[in-house]
């Protein structure tokens, strides 16, 4: 009896370690956010310096020694713990020994150069200057490979990088799953491109004022079930999801005047994203247990909503008459049908987040590749606008006229996230996968979407993957799902056929 | 030299845990502000716990044992130490002392229930329930008591709380003031209220488009110095001026669709306060030395600019036209005299905020004689508003219909600021005394005024007050520009000289 006490007290206070960690946290991501939407801009330099503060508090604390004799102290093999209980334990573990292992200094250093480098990034994409940018990204990658040095001395450093978006992944895997779509898509968009008959995306065009746009995006975001009282939905640079706790998630996205898809679906997918963290269960407060588990399995949420559901022809069934009478006189030539081909054209881009299904994986392949031969010191950063078009020619046929088009486009390595990439490919097979196991489990799925009833879907989501938090790995979560590993062969043949379907290949 | 070097080591050493302490305060200063500008109401719980793991963090860190012995080691006295690099010693050292007299816990209840506390006051206040709220300030008062006797054992509960905002002053020293006011304000303002001539007020009604007061407010807050790239401006219940750093202050208004005259004083009000913040010494860092003297130096830089630059003749005079483009059809019997008389009209009212310059300080004395009542046990809460109402009558001539629009209208409370209200009197009296010093030094100021030329007015409050930090007492530095003692005589004249040629009271 007496060890039980002692075994639940010790529970006890590291329960009670881990709710300050995160609580500190999400000021992490309220402070990270104000940055990317309301900063004002003179204030970056001291903006960095107290993201390097607070990352410097997080750090001691996550290793901090108490911390360590507690988990010591703690058998989570023991039987009068929980599951829940068991994974908190577990995973706090994992987190204490990954960062044991990285000196504070490291850490401050790293956060520090994301503030500053995020900064510079912006300035450098506006001026088409990728000079300006280079030594950010020299920085990051010594940085990197100390880092990874440090927390996985025996894994390459890219895959300690990978490691830290997708547990348990690595490059060499991800190659294979990433060949195997190459070896088909590749030729598919060819055959695409080559067909006499092609959507008519003429009809997307037109002036979609920013305000009906934010109207539209607000009304269909809370259509598929974000809480606005929960969560918030602004404007930045690049669109993503923050916030500091499940119940202050908050979505980013940007408007183009002159095109309403691009900011439509940038929130549809950062609402994706928004549904899992709102969706977390509500019982285990903010610990480990109930956190997001991959960001590939992040990406499955976000892609799951924006692809399997908002690029059907059911979700165009019941939204149709509605963007058609928030932009009067923009679609006078269209049909569902047009538009459902239009919104799906298949035509290679430059800009990733732009990127239709099809072409966005070889986009993610491309920066997979180039990330894997830095690492791998394969490739040197002052080439990397070379190789970036050399393969956008290669795998797309295109080549942008301008590095803000091209290698200045995306946020994630001004931040370091470098191995962040693949994983909205694994989400994307993810995303097929189980969006084939919910329609076995609902079957009246695509008619609920084509009627705007999207509450079995999400409820489906919540209970099968949102509250699973991290109790299961990814692995065994999309076994449960699916009956199934991660199989790209899906995604190939949703493709194909949905694709086949549009451009009248068998037609 | 051996001890030199020791020295200026240790020096360094305070100098990075102060700049650390600086960081997180900021951190506090962003998640506060957004608690109130941009928080979704969902998050207000999550927030509470947020903010009071941060206080504990802060706390901690300003209580360090390492802290401790690095002041210690310092001799301020020491040859070698600069002006400024003795005022941080002395100002670290008081802050600590005071600070290892107070438990963590308690600090951490104290920001816990400010954060609770406001979300309960905001519902409060809309649902005019004063029940609702009363347990918050009762709690807030058993705290601050226990507080009080931690961090100033010498001094009763109320003057340690005072001490917080206006270092030094008492309630003893203050009650002879605030006498001194009251004997000369209220029979003054019933003479005003008996002159048969009065300002015509209805000349600014009408209808005023929020847009358009946003855009208004925030231009004239440019005009008097605001710097926008280092600063924001936004909406909120109650309008304060925040921020993490003198490069990111943040202000805040009301709108009101009938009313422009109060959110674009409260603009101007709050763009006095962010311009001390804006104007500190830029050498410095953040550190303690430049930090802004007290509350009651903070309001007079407000009022400042509220009262005696923006509610004069010669103000009026260069907005007047403005103004009324901005409002087409709404000053059609107006004139600049009319348009400054109404401004300035003396009518007693229920709401502080939207008080005038005549019947302010009498709502500022109600609060402090309440407060006072309060700590001292003459007063139990829940007698709080029916004591609102009487004092209110005695003073002003008027009784609240609602506690909304009485004991409910504030926040200080909410969030534990006892003490602080009298800042606002105090403040006025120094911001009269330095108008007067600031016309000796330029002669132009008020035809600069009437012309829209701010700068040299900024620049003079700039080099004289902000820049200053707090390498002066209040008291010195009172004396080193106006050559005199605080001194209530002076804005008691003023007031006289103005609103008696206003009402005509000698005409």
Request: aromatic fraction near 10%; charged fraction near 25%.
């Given at each position: 009896?007496?060890l039980?006490?002692?075994?639940?007290?010790?529970?006890?206070?590291?329960?009670?370690?881990?709710?300050?960690?995160?609580?500190?946290?999400?000021?992490?991501?309220?402070?990270?956010?104000d940055?990317?939407?309301?900063?004002?801009?003179?204030?970056?330099e001291?903006?960095?310096?107290?993201?390097?503060?607070?990352?410097?508090?997080?750090?001691?604390?996550?290793?901090?020694?108490?911390?360590?004799?507690?988990?010591?102290?703690?058998?989570?093999q023991?039987?009068?713990?929980?599951?829940?209980?068991?994974?908190?334990i577990?995973?706090?573990?994992?987190?204490?020994d990954?960062?044991?292992?990285?000196?504070?200094?490291?850490?401050?250093?790293?956060?520090?150069?994301?503030?500053r480098?995020?900064?510079?990034?912006?300035?450098?994409?506006?001026?088409?200057?990728?000079s300006?940018?280079?030594?950010?990204?020299?920085?990051?990658?010594?940085?990197?490979k100390?880092w990874?040095?440090?927390?996985?001395?025996?894994k390459?450093?890219?895959?300690?990088?990978?490691?830290?978006?997708?547990?348990?992944?690595?490059?060499?895997?991800?190659?294979?799953?990433?060949?195997?779509?190459?070896?088909?898509?590749?030729?598919?968009?060819?055959?695409i491109?080559?067909?006499?008959?092609?959507?008519?995306?003429?009809?997307?065009?037109?002036?979609?004022?920013?305000?009906?746009?934010?109207?539209?995006?607000?009304?269909?975001?809370?259509?598929?079930?974000?809480?606005?009282?929960?969560?918030?939905?602004?404007?930045?640079?690049?669109?993503?999801?923050?916030?500091?706790h499940?119940?202050?998630?908050?979505?980013?996205t940007?408007?183009?005047?002159?095109?309403?898809?691009?900011?439509?679906?940038?929130?549809?997918?950062?609402?994706?994203?928004a549904?899992?963290?709102?969706?977390r269960?509500?019982?285990?407060?903010?610990?480990?247990?109930?956190?997001?588990?991959?960001?590939?399995?992040?990406?499955?949420?976000?892609?799951?909503?924006?692809?399997?559901?908002?690029r059907?022809?059911?979700?165009?069934?019941?939204?149709?008459?509605?963007?058609?009478?928030?932009?009067?006189?923009?679609?006078?030539?269209?049909?569902?049908?047009?538009?459902?081909?239009?919104?799906?054209?298949?035509?290679?881009?430059?800009?990733?987040?732009?990127?239709?299904?099809?072409?966005?994986?070889?986009?993610?392949?491309?920066?997979?590749?180039?990330?894997?031969?830095?690492?791998?010191?394969?490739?040197?950063?002052?080439?990397?606008?070379?190789?970036w078009?050399?393969?956008?020619?290669q795998?797309?046929?295109?080549?942008?006229?301008?590095?803000?088009?091209?290698?200045?486009?995306?946020?994630?390595?001004?931040s370091?996230?470098?191995?962040?990439?693949?994983?909205?490919?694994?989400?994307?097979?993810?995303?097929?996968?189980?969006f084939?196991?919910?329609?076995?489990?609902?079957?009246?799925?695509k008619?609920?979407?084509?009627?705007?009833?999207?509450?079995?879907?999400?409820?489906?989501?919540?209970?099968?993957?949102?509250?699973?938090?991290?109790?299961?790995?990814?692995?065994?979560l999309v076994m449960?799902?699916?009956?199934?590993?991660?199989?790209?062969q899906?995604?190939i043949?949703?493709?194909?056929?949905?694709?086949?379907?549009?451009?009248?290949?068998?037609?």
């Amino acid at each position: 009896m007496l060890l039980y006490m002692q075994t639940k007290k010790n529970y006890q206070n590291l329960i009670s370690k881990l709710e300050e960690i995160s609580r500190l946290k999400g000021i992490m991501g309220i402070i990270q956010w104000d940055q990317e939407v309301t900063m004002p801009s003179g204030a970056s330099e001291a903006r960095a310096d107290q993201i390097g503060a607070l990352a410097g508090v997080i750090h001691e604390r996550m290793t901090d020694n108490v911390l360590g004799e507690c988990l010591n102290e703690l058998n989570e093999q023991h039987n009068d713990f929980s599951v829940f209980e068991r994974c908190n334990i577990v995973e706090a573990r994992r987190e204490y020994d990954l960062m044991t292992k990285v000196p504070k200094e490291l850490v401050q250093s790293l956060a520090a150069l994301g503030s500053r480098g995020h900064a510079v990034w912006v300035r450098a994409r506006k001026e088409n200057r990728f000079s300006d940018f280079a030594p950010v990204i020299k920085e990051f990658l010594a940085l990197k490979k100390e880092w990874a040095a440090c927390a996985y001395p025996d894994k390459s450093a890219y895959d300690a990088n990978i490691d830290l978006f997708e547990r348990g992944a690595t490059s060499v895997e991800i190659a294979v799953i990433f060949d195997q779509l190459k070896a088909t898509l590749i030729p598919f968009i060819q055959e695409i491109k080559q067909q006499a008959y092609q959507p008519d995306t003429s009809i997307l065009s037109g002036h979609f004022p920013v305000e009906k746009q934010e109207a539209l995006a607000r009304k269909i975001s809370e259509d598929i079930g974000f809480q606005f009282d929960k969560g918030r939905m602004d404007v930045s640079v690049h669109p993503f999801c923050g916030g500091s706790h499940p119940t202050d998630i908050r979505i980013t996205t940007r408007y183009n005047e002159n095109d309403f898809v691009e900011s439509l679906y940038a929130v549809i997918h950062e609402t994706g994203h928004a549904l899992y963290e709102q969706g977390r269960m509500t019982d285990a407060g903010d610990l480990p247990v109930s956190e997001s588990l991959t960001m590939g399995i992040h990406e499955s949420q976000s892609l799951f909503w924006e692809r399997m559901i908002a690029r059907s022809r059911e979700f165009c069934t019941h939204y149709f008459d509605m963007i058609c009478q928030t932009f009067p006189g923009n679609f006078q030539r269209a049909t569902i049908d047009t538009f459902y081909q239009a919104i799906n054209a298949c035509e290679p881009g430059f800009i990733r987040v732009e990127a239709d299904e099809l072409t966005y994986p070889l986009h993610v392949i491309l920066r997979f590749e180039i990330e894997k031969a830095l690492f791998e010191g394969d490739l040197s950063v002052d080439d990397l606008p070379g190789v970036w078009n050399e393969k956008m020619k290669q795998y797309l046929g295109i080549v942008p006229p301008t590095d803000t088009l091209g290698v200045l486009q995306d946020s994630h390595w001004s931040s370091g996230a470098f191995g962040y990439f693949p994983s909205y490919t694994l989400g994307a097979i993810y995303a097929c996968q189980f969006f084939q196991a919910m329609q076995g489990a609902l079957p009246d799925a695509k008619s609920n979407i084509a009627t705007g009833n999207f509450a079995p879907i999400k409820k489906w989501l919540n209970e099968n993957i949102h509250s699973q938090g991290r109790l299961y790995t990814p692995q065994e979560l999309v076994m449960r799902i699916t009956g199934e590993q991660l199989n790209p062969q899906h995604l190939i043949d949703y493709l194909k056929v949905k694709y086949s379907e549009i451009y009248r290949l068998h037609g």
